[in-house]
C-alpha cells in the first residue's frame, strides 16, 4: 500500500523509546516532569494508533495491508512492520489501557519508583513491536523488550510479597523463552526462513519427512505463547503476579495476557488455514480443549476468593481460557465475537485493577465481620433511631463514585445487560451454537454446547464473587470515606466511558471486527501484501560519461 506518510508504522515503536529516553535524562528528581512526559507520549502513542486504524480501515472491504521495510530490505530479508486490522486493534487497546493507567501513575505510584516511567515507555515499545512486526525472531526480541520492563514493573514499589511473587513470574518468563528460542531454531531449521508472511508461504510445499519436525517446533512454540497467554496449567504464575503489583502495573499488565492471545491467533490463522495442505487446522484442538480447561480453572479460582484483587486476576484467566477456546473453533464468526469479546474483557480487567486499590480504602485493614444483633421476640430493626439514622443519611461522593464504578465493572466482568461484556458473550455463545462452514474445522455439538455451559457459569460465579466482594466493602461501616484523587478517579471512569461507547456502538465495531475476522481466516492478502513490497529505489550517481548508473 501507499501511506501519505510512509514511516508512520515506525512510530509507536520508536516514540515510547524516546520518550524513555528523555525521561532518563530528566534526572530522578524531576518525578513530576517524567509523569507529564509519560502521560503525553502515551496519549500521542494513541493518537498515532488510531490514525493506523482509519488507514487500514478506510477502504472498507477487505482493508488496506501497510508494510513498512525498516532498512529497506524487502521480506524476508530485512525487518519488516505490517499493520493490518488485527495489529491497528491491539495498538488502539494498548493505547487506551496504557494512557489510564499512566494518568493513574500520577497520583503517586510513578513516584514510588526511579525508573518507573522510562520502564513503563519500554513496555509500550515491546508490546507496540510485537503487534506491528511481521517476522518471528523480532517477534522474540519485542517480547523480551516487554518482558524486561514488566520485571522492573511488576517489583516496583518493592517489599517481601512482591520480591516473591516477582521472582516466580521472572522464572516462569525465562523458562518460556527460552522454549521461544528452541521453536524458532526448530522453525528455521525446516523452513530456512522467520518471516511470518515466508514461512506461511512456503509451509505447505515442506517434504513429509520434515512436517514432523515442524510440528514439534511450532508446538515447543505454542508453549511459550499459551505461558504468557495464561492457559491451564502454565498459569500459576498470574494471580500472584497480578495481585501484589501495583495497580497502574497490574492494568497493564492485563495487555500481557492478551499479548499471548495475539500471538497465537495471528500465528495460526496465517500458517495453519485451510490453505496449509496437510498442515491445515493444526494444534485446533488444543486451543478448544485448553481453553475449556483454562475456564474451568478460572471457575474455580472465582469461588474460593473473597478478595476483589483475586477476583481481578481469576477474570483475566476466564477471559484467556474464553478466547482460546473461541480461537479452536476456527470459525469466522466465532472470532469476529471473540475480538470483540477481547477489547471489552481487557478494558473491563484494567478498570478493576485500578479500581481495587480505590475500593479498599473504604476500610482500614479487612472489613469487619458482620455483627449478629439479639432480637426479642417481634422486635424489628429500628434504621431510623436517633442515634445512628441510615434513612436520609448522605453517601459521600468518593463512596458513591466507587459504587457506581463497581457496579459498573461487575457488570462488564459477569457479562450482564446492558453494558458491552453481555453483547460480547451473547456473540459468543450464538455463535458457537451454529457456526458457518467458513473452512472451520467441524467441532462436536457437545463440546459447543460444553463451552456455551461454561460462559453462562463463568457468569454466574462472577457475579456471586463480585457481590460477596462488594458486600465486604460497601455494606460494612466504613471508618471514614476513601479519599480519592481526580488523577485516579478519571482514569477507572475513562475506561468505563469507553465500553459504554462499545456497547453504543457495537454494530460499528462489530463490523470491524468480523472484516478483521475475515481477513485473519484468509491471509492471502497479507502475505502477498508482505512479499510483494518492493524497497525504495535509491539514488543514481553520474558515470564518467555524464550518464546516469545506478
Not at 126 to 131: P, Q, S, V
Not at 155 to 162: C, D, Q
Not at 324 to 335: E, N
Request: a neutral charge.
Amino acid at each position: 500500500m501507499t501511506w501519505a506518510l510512509p514511516h508512520l508504522l515506525i512510530v509507536p515503536v520508536i516514540l515510547p523509546l524516546l520518550s524513555a529516553v528523555i525521561m532518563l535524562l530528566i534526572g530522578s528528581e524531576r518525578g513530576r516532569s517524567k509523569s507529564i512526559v509519560n502521560v503525553l507520549a502515551t496519549l500521542a502513542g494513541l493518537l498515532v494508533a488510531l490514525e493506523i486504524l482509519r488507514r487500514v480501515d478506510g477502504s472498507g472491504g477487505s482493508g488496506v495491508i501497510g508494510v513498512y521495510l525498516a532498512a529497506n530490505w524487502e521480506a524476508p530479508f530485512g525487518i519488516v512492520l505490517v499493520a493490518d486490522r488485527l495489529a491497528a486493534l491491539m495498538l488502539v487497546l494498548t493505547g487506551v489501557v496504557s494512557l489510564g493507567a499512566a494518568l493513574y501513575s500520577m497520583a503517586g505510584w510513578g513516584r514510588a519508583g526511579v525508573y518507573f516511567h522510562p520502564l513503563f515507555q519500554i513496555q509500550l515499545m515491546g508490546l507496540n513491536g510485537a503487534f506491528l512486526t511481521g517476522d518471528l525472531f523480532n517477534l522474540f526480541v519485542f517480547f523480551e523488550v516487554a518482558l524486561a520492563a514488566s520485571y522492573g514493573l511488576q517489583l516496583h514499589g518493592s517489599g517481601p510479597t512482591r520480591v516473591r511473587s516477582g521472582l516466580h513470574y521472572l522464572a516462569i518468563n525465562l523458562l518460556a523463552s527460552s522454549l521461544f528460542l528452541v521453536g524458532l531454531a526448530m522453525i528455521y531449521g525446516v523452513m530456512g526462513t522467520l518471516s511470518m508472511a515466508d514461512v506461511a508461504a512456503k509451509l505447505p510445499h515442506v517434504v513429509e519427512a520434515d512436517r514432523g519436525l515442524l510440528h514439534a517446533g511450532v508446538a515447543i512454540l505454542a508453549v511459550a505463547f499459551l505461558t504468557k497467554a495464561a492457559m491451564w496449567p502454565l498459569n500459576s504464575w498470574l494471580v500472584p503476579a497480578y495481585l501484589s503489583a501495583s495497580a497502574p502495573v497490574a492494568a497493564l499488565f492485563a495487555l500481557m495476557t492478551k499479548l499471548g492471545i495475539y500471538t497465537l491467533l495471528r500465528l495460526w490463522t496465517l500458517l495453519f488455514s485451510a490453505d496449509a495442505g496437510p498442515s491445515a487446522h493444526f494444534g485446533g484442538p488444543l486451543f478448544l480443549y485448553g481453553g475449556l480447561a483454562t475456564i474451568g480453572f478460572g471457575v474455580l479460582g472465582l469461588m474460593a476468593t473473597l478478595k476483589l484483587g483475586r477476583i481481578a486476576g481469576f477474570s483475566i484467566i476466564v477471559s484467556s481460557g474464553t478466547l482460546l477456546a473461541a480461537l479452536g473453533f476456527g470459525a469466522v464468526s466465532v472470532t469476529s465475537a471473540a475480538l470483540y469479546y477481547l477489547l471489552s474483557s481487557t478494558l473491563a480487567a484494567s478498570a478493576l485493577f485500578l479500581l481495587v486499590e480505590l475500593v479498599e480504602r473504604t476500610r482500614n485493614g479487612e472489613p469487619e465481620p458482620l455483627r449478629e444483633v439479639d432480637l426479642e421476640p417481634g422486635e424489628d430493626t429500628n434504621l431510623d433511631d436517633d442515634e445512628a439514622p441510615l434513612v436520609g443519611r448522605a453517601i459521600p461522593v468518593s463512596l458513591a463514585l466507587l459504587g457506581v464504578a463497581f457496579i459498573a465493572c461487575a457488570l462488564l466482568v459477569a457479562g450482564l445487560p446492558p453494558l458491552s461484556g453481555f453483547i460480547a458473550k451473547f456473540s459468543i455463545m450464538a455463535a458457537i451454537v451454529s457456526p458457518p462452514g467458513y473452512g472451520a474445522p467441524s467441532v462436536p455439538t457437545s463440546i459447543a454446547w460444553g463451552l456455551f455451559g461454561l460462559l453462562l457459569l463463568s457468569g454466574l460465579v462472577a457475579t456471586i464473587g463480585m457481590s460477596r466482594a462488594g458486600i465486604r466493602h460497601f455494606w460494612t461501616e466504613a471508618d471514614q470515606p476513601p479519599q480519592i484523587k481526580v488523577a485516579e478517579a478519571v482514569p477507572v471512569l475513562a475506561l468505563i466511558i469507553v465500553c459504554v461507547w462499545l456497547t453504543a456502538q457495537a454494530e460499528q465495531v462489530m463490523r470491524y471486527t468480523h472484516a478483521t475476522a475475515r481477513s485473519l481466516h484468509a491471509p492471502t492478502a497479507y502475505i502477498d501484501a508482505v512479499l510483494s513490497t518492493r524497497p525504495i529505489p535509491g539514488p543514481t550517481r553520474p558515470n564518467i560519461d555524464g550518464g546516469g548508473a545506478p
